[in-house]
Every structure is written in C-alpha cells, then in structure tokens.
C-alpha cells in the first residue's frame, strides 16, 4: 500500500468501456426505431406478454443486480465480514412466496400495473395512493443507482453477461495475485473476516442470521412480490407457469450474484488486510475501495478495468431502465388513462417514452442526495424497507385478510409511512449526531488527568457499548427490519380501522383478488365458520367449457377504470356492440365462474 498511486485508464480501457456502452444503447435505439417490439403500449411496457422464462429471470435478476450491489457488497464484506451472505437464506421464502401466492393473482388478473389491483380490492383513492408511493420510491431509489457508478437501457441478456463478466474477471486475477483462492480464505480468517451463525435475536443489531435470514424474506417480498418493476416482468410472460420459472430460476442466480461479491470482498482482505485504501487516503468513501481494488489488481492488464467499469455502467442501465420503464407504465396506467378519454396506440406510445425520459432527468437530481446517505448497499435496501415496507402490507392486507376495507387500507398505508420515516429519518439524524460527537469523547478518553493512562485507555476501549431504550431503541432498529416492521404496521392498523368501520365481507370482493391463505390454513373449520371468516371461495374455481379460466374478472375499459360487478351486466351489450378505439395492453378480460 504504500508505493500505491492514483489509478488511470489506459486508452485500450477507454476502448473497451466506450465499446460496451455503445452496444448497450444500440440494442435500445435498435428496437426503439427499427418499428418492431415497440410499436404499441402493449410491446414498449410488457414485451407483448410473449416473453420466455429465461429472459424474464436474467431481466429479474438485472433489475436489482446494479452498482450498488457490484461496489456495496464487496465493501460490506471487507468491512465487516461474511455475516451479509446469510442473506442469501431469505431468498428461499424471498422467491417461493412471490412465485405460489403474488404472480397467480396478478397474472390471471390480467394486468398491466401492480397498482390496477388495489382498485379492483379497494378503491380508485387506494391504487392512486400506492402508485404514488411507488414513483416516490422509486425516484429515491434511482439517485442511489445513478451515484453508484458516479463513484467509479435496457435489461437484457447482454447487460448480465457483461456484469457477470467483470466481477468474474477481478475475482480470478486478485485470487492468482494473492496466492490462491487458499491463501485468500487464511488472510480472511485470521482477520476475523469469516463469520459464523449469530443468533442474537436482538432486533437492534445490524447484522445477524435473524435479521439476514428472516427480515431480508419481508425485504424479497417487498421486490419480487409487488414491486412494479419485477410484477411488469412476470406480466410480460407467455404463460402464468412460464411467469413462475422464471421466478425459480431467479433464487440459483442471486446465490451465485452473492457470492461472487462475498468473493471480492474477501479477496480485497487479502491484498490490503487492515491497511484499507480509505485509511490510506486514496479513496474517500468505503464504495470507492472497490473500484480502486479493481485498478490496483488490473493495472498490468489492459482492456480489463475498462470491462470492470463498464460492468458498473451495465448493471445501473438494466436497474435504471427498468425502473424508468415501471414508473412510466403506473403514471399511464394509475394517473394518466383513467382521467383522459381514450388515445391512440402510437400517441399511449410516444407519451410513455416521454414520461421515462422525463423521470430520467428527475433522477439525476437525486443523485446529489444519494451521496448524503453512506453506504450505497445499506441506502438502497433502507429505502426498500422504508417505502416498499408500506407497499407490501398494503398488498397482504388486500390479498390475505378479505374483511379489510378501502378506509382500512387508506389509513393503514399513511401510517406505515408515517411509522417508516420516523424510524429512518430518525436512525439516520442520531447517526450523523452520533458521529459527530465521536471526536471529542475521543479526545476526553486518551488525556484523562490519572496516574495509569494505559489502565484509563483499556478500561474505556473494552467498555460494551450500552443498549438503547426508548424511542432511540427504535432508532437503532437494524435496517433489514425496516420491511418487517413497517409492512406489519400497515396490516395491523389497517385491520382495526377496518373493523371500527365496517368490515367487507367476502360476497363484496371482486373475485379473484383474495389469495384464500385463511382457508387453506384453517381447512378443519366447519364451512359456516369459514364464511363467517371470509375464507370459502378458493382462488381457482374452474367451470366446464369456459376455456379453464380461474375466476371472474373485473371488466375495464380501455382508459383503466374498473367497474363493480353490479355495472358488468349494464355495460356488457355496450361492450359487445361498441369497439373501444384501441386494444391497450391494460384491459382486463371478462370470464365467468
């Protein structure tokens, strides 16, 4: 470390990088010019619901596979040690739920927006809401992704290769460098890098399994089970089956995506041990070690800190892209179709591509913020809890407790949020209070008027640090909890306004919008004490010669208002009679029980 200097690219790097960010927009501009695969709202928004399983799970992967996780996890790792790969347990339940219980409800909804369901449960006041609440998140969200390969168009096969490639690349060269993937695992373990299973269940620690492992599962569902951006992929599917795989196939991949950051943190131990590139002075925050340990390793090696980087790029393209892509889908979807009379497929197109353009320039803005925040890793997945914990509990309480109504909900979402900022912003104002009176107690601690100053200095050193009470205890409420606790908050207040109101009851729900967990759970209770529960109708409810369609929908025309099942029957022969302008991709089909 001490002869290490300012690192550069060479001009085969700014090649290689220029190379690989070209190709990535020739693959959008291609399609958005060439007139195919965008020609309508339908194919710009959801692929035309022709994709296979095998895009859908490299663009599910890539979605949230960005430069915060490529730059946040190895620097986690190095930091603190391989307790963050426990997380890679929350996966299991993270994927399996969204794949069993979210994707059939949506996907035989018909969709077009996560957000179009809330109005078919709740009310047009509740899907407005949760939309806006998605953009919110999702433009905070964005400035992290944009900051990240700031510190250094499409979500697609190539973008993943390339990601997958770069890591690859300084993961093999820094092992050889440092004598073997052995050596690599000793230098870590005798510096306390290795880390075993902590059970602390205190909810107060940063990291441990129980945080990782069963926190981080409110977390995956929060992204893989309602997140617009993952729930337009499952909608782009040919088929509900094919919607799942692609789900499964998600859980291998993340593993693997874990594990090759855990892997470079470890190797980053192994060249630099103690001796970090930020307490040398070379990097001035933790997520640039990172790319300062990719031009280190890479220096004698021409062409490859240019795929590092242009790896970064890559991974905040497919995140970006996809987000834009979502965002613009719920404003055409949520806010703008059902308040203007119906439009014209290619003027639906045009105005979708203008809205992510516009979010685009949005988020640069929150860029700036972004580098307020610490941590790449630990912002993003703070916000994922802090908003998208909110927007989880809405959609459990609307799929699993079927008595819960449009007031309940309405007041259970404001709390959450209300709930979630308090904690985060509140963890967050204690922290920077925190750092900065870190200096002079410091200072008071290594001059003490005492005989013994050694006694005075270890004494202090080995002091445990003591435990929060009160409202600072919930400050200091891990981060990986966030989701749990604020989509909890959401269920329970939702609960009990909805029952100070007036519960709804089952005959009330549009059909196929409650997943029937009660019933499956409770299958031993007599059937009247089951409808007294709101927990008969199962989800599948096939009929003979109705082309095995599950259930009922709710019908909507083409500007996305859903009507009740009390309007159906009066505008049936309307519909039947009369053509609406255009076959937009949000339209809800109408089948029978």
Not at 550 to 576: C, F, H, W
Request: net charge neutral.
């Amino acid at each position: 470390m001490g002869d290490a200097v300012q690192m550069h690219f060479g001009t085969v790097d700014y090649v290689i990088f220029a190379v690989l960010l070209v190709a990535s927009a020739g693959i959008g501009l291609f399609y958005a010019f060439s007139g195919g695969r965008q020609r309508t709202t339908q194919e710009f928004l959801l692929a035309d619901r022709n994709m296979r399983c095998l895009p859908v799970s490299l663009s599910l992967l890539a979605t949230f596979q960005s430069a915060v996780a490529i730059l946040g996890t190895p620097s986690e790792i190095y930091k603190n040690g391989t307790q963050y790969w426990f997380l890679g347990c929350s996966y299991i339940l993270g994927l399996l739920i969204p794949a069993h219980v979210f994707i059939p409800v949506f996907y035989r909804l018909r969709l077009s927006s996560a957000y179009q369901y809330l109005e078919l449960r709740f009310s047009k006041s509740v899907r407005i809401c949760g939309t806006l609440t998605f953009i919110f998140q999702m433009v905070i969200y964005m400035g992290v992704v944009l900051y990240a390969p700031a510190l250094a168009l499409n979500a697609d096969v190539f973008q993943t290769v390339v990601m997958f490639a770069g890591q690859l690349a300084v993961i093999i060269v820094g092992t050889h460098q440092a004598g073997g993937i052995a050596e690599v695992w000793r230098k870590a373990h005798n510096g306390s890098r290795i880390s075993g299973f902590d059970l602390n269940p205190d909810p107060l620690e940063r990291h441990t399994f129980w945080t990782l492992g069963v926190g981080g599962i409110f977390l995956m569902l929060a992204l893989y089970g309602v997140n617009q951006a993952q729930v337009q992929r499952y909608l782009s599917s040919r088929t509900e089956k094919e919607a799942i795989m692609s789900c499964y196939a998600v859980f291998p991949c993340q593993q693997i995506v874990l594990t090759l950051g855990c892997l470079m943190g470890l190797v980053m131990y192994a060249r630099y041990g103690e001796e970090s590139p930020l307490d040398q002075g070379y990097v001035k925050t933790n997520d640039q070690m990172v790319l300062y340990f990719v031009m280190d390793v890479l220096q004698d090696l021409p062409g490859l800190p240019g795929l590092f980087v242009a790896c970064l790029f890559s991974g905040a393209l497919s995140t970006i892209s996809s987000a834009f892509n979502s965002l613009a889908t719920v404003t055409m979807e949520d806010l703008i179709k059902p308040h203007v009379s119906p439009m014209t497929e290619a003027r639906a197109t045009i105005l979708s591509k203008v809205l992510a353009l516009g979010y685009g320039l949005v988020c640069l803005a929150m860029a700036y913020i972004a580098s307020l925040m610490g941590s790449v890793l630990q912002a993003a997945l703070s916000i994922f809890g802090m908003v998208g914990g909110p927007l989880l509990g809405l959609f459990c309480l609307g799929m699993f407790f079927p008595w819960a109504n449009s007031t309940g909900a309405l007041v259970g979402l404001a709390s959450g949020l209300v709930m979630a900022f308090w904690v985060g912003i509140g963890s967050f104002v204690s922290q920077m209070s925190a750092s900065a009176s870190a200096s002079p107690v410091i200072n008071a601690t290594i001059t003490p008027n005492v005989g013994n100053m050694t006694t005075a200095v270890m004494t202090t050193l080995i002091t445990p640090k003591p435990r929060p009470s009160g409202v600072k205890a919930l400050y200091s409420l891990s981060y990986m909890w966030y989701s749990a606790h604020n989509s909890a908050t959401v269920v329970l207040v939702g609960l009990l306004v909805s029952f100070l109101t007036g519960p709804w009851k089952e005959k009330d729900l549009n059909p196929g919008t409650v997943f029937p967990v009660l019933g499956n759970l409770l299958f031993f209770l007599p059937e009247r004490y089951k409808e007294k529960l709101c927990c008969v109708t199962p989800l599948e409810n096939r009929s003979k010669g109705l082309d095995h369609q599950p259930y009922q929908m709710a019908q909507k025309e083409s500007n996305g208002v859903a009507y009740t099942k009390e309007e159906d029957k009066l505008r049936e022969e309307k519909q039947i009679t009369a053509q609406p302008t255009c076959n937009l991709a949000h339209t809800v089909l109408e089948t029978a029980l």
